[in-house]
């Protein structure tokens, strides 16, 4: 029998252990080594890593500051902690995996911390593109802007790298700790200017992952793509992208940020006040800022309640309304893929919504609307959830999406690829569900089997989703040999129906856009 003494024994223990680390992917950022971990199908991850300094104690509510590196190693082998929220997104999945008969259980709210500027990143290591810069996609999480985090179920990007791109999953503040607005404040827009600093740290660095720095994609669905509007008319994001894809968003361009620029700076005063228990907000910013995270996220939820949180004219991140931006050309050119979803409001409608409402709060507003004509146009539909479902569907999210797509035409020679999702998953509920808001994720980013049953027309779907997306990412036109997808024009409204049947088709709302003033 051959003995082996304790000490060899250790020895051989560390000696295993560093070749297992030596093994692992690497760059370096400065003098910091950034260590990841290989995954199965020749792709590389890179999770938890810092893009920006820790936002709190002085630097709540700051201009993002740049992350500095001062160590030799940093393991970016694990997700980090998701910004503060409470339990909305976990809601979400729970509800349409009970829909859809899935595991409700699959999805538990990840540890949260203020502490969260971190991204992820997904990294193709197939030989084949040894010679080959990565084209790189940066995706933008949802969630109202108070809720959701990079690592959903939904974003793993693994399944879309082995396809030969890089995928980033970023994290931004939510709710009051990203947009809060203090007459103390020199800036706002926190969220915006935390995604604007990851896009600056990606430019710098992803080549020593085989990144191209002037082959940048940003993609967002529902918040996210608010976002993305945002970075397309912000003059901070000049030169950080080249081509973008907007999933499922548009009020901003629905609704003005006229009307939330007072409403935030009210209850921005409302909440000051509360927190500090005295009647004004003034020369308080200190202590705020000194706040337990906690109870500030659960105060702010009391007091923004339904209202939300959006971003604001601060001439700084943005200096007019994205509308108006659109209206005068004044953005960023690029290349786009937008659109929206069959249904995406009809999971969402209560029950004592009614159409009248809905005429109600327009005139409210003081919008325009051709009542007689909307009244025709949903006369087919069965009952009133369906109705109401169309006509929100097309006016927060279809035909703002067109106005940006006729925007980008008529000031720039870029192309506009314009979709509607319309593929409604097998399910119990399915009718009550349709394809809903965030249905098309799961098929983007091929996740369906973690939390969702998927069927043959799924999988081909998905396939075939996949293959436009990347192909857009690598050199900006969605299509490969064969032209399917046609290139969106403002006269004929056009579209690319994705479905279990891929077909061109004139888009149902277009009256309705019509009849809304757009």
């Not at 949802?142 to 959701?148: L, M």
């Not at 009542?371 to 929100?392: A, G, H």
């Amino acid at each position: 029998m051959i003995r082996i003494s304790r000490s060899s024994l250790l020895m051989l223990v560390l000696i295993s252990l560093s070749n297992e680390i030596l093994s692992n992917p690497s760059f370096y950022i400065d003098n910091t080594k950034i260590i990841g971990t290989s995954l199965d199908n020749n792709v590389d991850a890179y999770l938890g890593v810092p893009f920006a300094q820790p936002p709190v104690n002085e630097l709540r509510w700051e201009k993002t500051q740049p992350k500095t590196f001062n160590q030799g190693e940093f393991f970016a082998t694990d997700f980090a902690p998701a910004c503060m929220q409470g339990p909305r997104i976990v809601n979400w999945y729970k509800g349409v995996a009970l829909g859809f008969g899935g595991d409700p259980n699959y999805i538990d709210l990840p540890d949260i911390s203020e502490d969260c500027l971190y991204l992820n990143m997904w990294v193709p290591n197939n030989p084949k593109y040894n010679d080959t810069k990565l084209p790189v996609l940066v995706y933008i999480h949802g969630g109202s802007n108070r809720a959701g985090w990079s690592f959903e179920p939904n974003y793993n990007g693994k399944k879309l790298a082995e396809k030969g791109i890089i995928v980033i999953s970023v994290a931004y503040r939510l709710g009051v700790f990203g947009f809060y607005s203090h007459p103390e404040l020199s800036v706002s827009n926190f969220a915006l200017l935390d995604v604007i600093e990851s896009l600056t740290w990606i430019k710098e660095n992803i080549s020593k992952v085989g990144g191209d720095p002037n082959n940048i994609t940003i993609s967002g669905e529902s918040a996210g793509a608010t976002i993305v509007e945002h970075l397309i008319v912000s003059p901070l994001s000049k030169n950080l992208f080249h081509r973008a894809i907007h999933q499922s968003a548009g009020w901003s361009i629905a609704d003005s940020e006229i009307f939330y620029d007072d409403e935030h700076i009210k209850l921005s005063n409302q909440l000051s006040i509360k927190l500090l228990n005295r009647s004004n907000n003034k020369n308080n910013l200190d202590e705020l800022k000194q706040i337990n995270a906690t109870k500030l996220l659960n105060k702010a939820e009391e007091v923004y309640g339904s209202t939300g949180y959006y971003s604001v004219l601060d001439g700084h991140t943005i200096i007019e309304p994205v509308r108006k931006s659109f209206e005068l050309g004044n953005f960023n050119h690029v290349d786009l893929i937008i659109g929206s979803n069959k249904d995406e409001e009809l999971m969402y409608l209560e029950k004592d919504y009614f159409l009248i409402d809905f005429f109600n709060e327009r005139e409210s507003y003081g919008f325009y609307t051709d009542t007689d004509n909307l009244n025709t146009l949903v006369m087919n539909f069965n009952n009133e959830k369906q109705k109401i479902n169309y006509l929100l569907t097309s006016r927060n999210y279809t035909c703002p999406s067109f106005f940006i797509a006729s925007s980008i035409k008529k000031h720039t020679n870029k192309n506009v690829w314009f979709y509607t999702f319309d593929k409604v998953r097998d399910g119990k509920k399915s009718s009550e569900m349709g394809a809903y808001h965030g249905a098309e994720l799961p098929y983007i980013f091929n996740t369906h089997d973690s939390w969702l049953p998927t069927s043959q027309d799924d999988i081909k779907l998905t396939n075939l989703i996949q293959s436009y997306w990347s192909n857009f990412i690598k050199k900006g036109n969605p299509n490969t040999k064969k032209n399917d997808w046609t290139i969106f024009k403002s006269e004929s409204f056009n579209v690319l129906s994705l479905d279990t049947q891929i077909q061109m088709k004139k888009s149902g709302s277009t009256r309705v856009c019509e009849a809304l003033n757009y």
